[in-house]
């Protein structure tokens, strides 16, 4: 399985980004796909998950209301929609695919993107 993260840059506070995950190979036995960040210095945190199945989804309370997480099965992609970004939101971000219903737990999570740099200005 190979997960390619895309979609980051620059942008003001304020501003859109969306991100795409693009899945190769057996993603078969795959619960979900989660969006994390990492910012400098700080420990990698859950954002936003949807199961490859049924399309639940789920949100970190400190996005909630600006990102919308999304899939496009045809093109074996899910995409994350920022908006209303806010300095704070600057991070790396990466997609990840988990076989197990713990969604937000980065530790279940088997395979990783390469990650995707979001950096938001003031």
């Known amino acids: 399985v190979q997960l390619q993260a895309s979609g980051g840059g620059l942008v003001q506070a304020g501003g859109s980004l969306r991100l795409s995950c693009a899945a190769s190979?057996?993603?078969?036995?795959?619960?979900?796909l989660g969006w994390f960040r990492q910012a400098p210095g700080k420990e990698r945190k859950f954002v936003a998950a949807?199961?490859?199945?049924?399309?639940?989804?789920y949100y970190a309370d400190f996005v909630k209301g600006r990102f919308t997480i999304s899939r496009d099965n045809a093109k074996n992609t899910v995409y994350l929609q920022m908006s209303s970004l806010e300095p704070e939101d600057t991070a790396v971000y990466y997609c990840?695919?988990?076989?197990?219903?713990?969604?937000?737990?980065?530790?279940?999570?088997?395979?990783w993107g390469q990650g995707t740099q979001v950096t938001v200005s003031s």
């Open positions: 990840a695919l988990t076989p197990w219903d713990n969604y937000d737990l980065i530790h279940e999570y088997q395979y």
């Open positions: 190979g057996r993603t078969s036995t795959m619960y979900a």
């Open positions: 949807i199961t490859l199945s049924g399309s639940t989804t």
